[in-house]
Each structure stands twice: as structure tokens, then as C-alpha cells.
């Protein structure tokens, strides 16, 4: 009773974890899931994180082995326009493992791209 219990256990907490991350698209390389909880809201502007979770690991200048990455990105859902404000680069998949790099410099607006992954992320975070 006790083995079953713990099994039980184990599977609640594992699978509330896993819960935060939810799947929305792919592209050639990369498999893409948005936090739902993450999103906010301010006016005609969307912040959310997106977790980039590569099919095959890159290897970095310096050697280092980089599986995924989480992206706070921000749209700006009237002009059509995203920019990557912070990201944060992972050896291991679904952003787990050694922290790798932090770029904490927000990028420059960018037109979103018609049919790419980055249209689905705008249209979901812009979503009425």
C-alpha cells in the first residue's frame, strides 16, 4: 500500500512540474512551449516566456553544449511587432542543467515574420 501511495505521490509532483510548460509549435530545429501562467498584460503590449528546446544541441564558440533556451519575449500586439528581452541558454533540454549564458539586454523590435514559429507565439500571447 505504502509503494503504491509514494507511486502516486511521485506522479502528482512530477507531472505538476511538467504542467507549467505546454507545447505550441516546432520549426525546423526546435520545439517550442509557452508558460501560459507567465503571460502579462499591459495595454496593446504581451510579455511571455517561451522555452526553445532544441532537436539537436548546439555547440557554442566555447565548446559548450547548448540544448534549450528560455525567452521572455514581448509583443507588441497593435503594430504587429516582438523583441526578446531576456533570455537565458541551458545545457540540457526543456531548461534544466548548467545555466550556460543570461542575456538580460532587451533586442530591438522586429516586424513579426507571416508563417513562421513566431507568429504563432505573437497571435497566441496577442489573442483577444
Not at 2 to 23: D, G
Request: proline share 2%.
Amino acid at each position: 500500500m505504502k509503494k503504491i501511495l509514494l507511486t502516486l505521490l511521485l506522479f502528482v509532483v512530477s507531472n505538476s512540474a511538467m504542467a507549467e510548460w505546454v507545447y505550441i509549435n516546432k520549426s525546423i530545429d526546435t520545439f517550442y512551449y509557452i508558460n501560459p501562467e507567465t503571460i502579462q498584460k499591459s495595454g496593446n503590449t504581451v510579455k511571455m516566456w517561451i522555452l526553445g528546446d532544441f532537436i539537436k544541441a548546439k555547440e557554442l564558440k566555447n565548446s559548450v553544449i547548448n540544448s534549450s533556451i528560455r525567452d521572455q519575449a514581448e509583443y507588441s500586439c497593435k503594430e504587429r511587432q516582438t523583441r526578446s528581452i531576456y533570455q537565458v541558454l541551458y545545457t540540457e533540454n526543456m531548461g534544466k542543467g548548467e545555466i550556460i549564458h543570461t542575456f538580460d539586454q532587451p533586442g530591438e523590435w522586429r516586424a513579426v515574420v507571416s508563417g513562421s514559429a513566431g507568429e504563432t507565439h505573437f497571435e497566441f500571447a496577442c489573442r483577444k
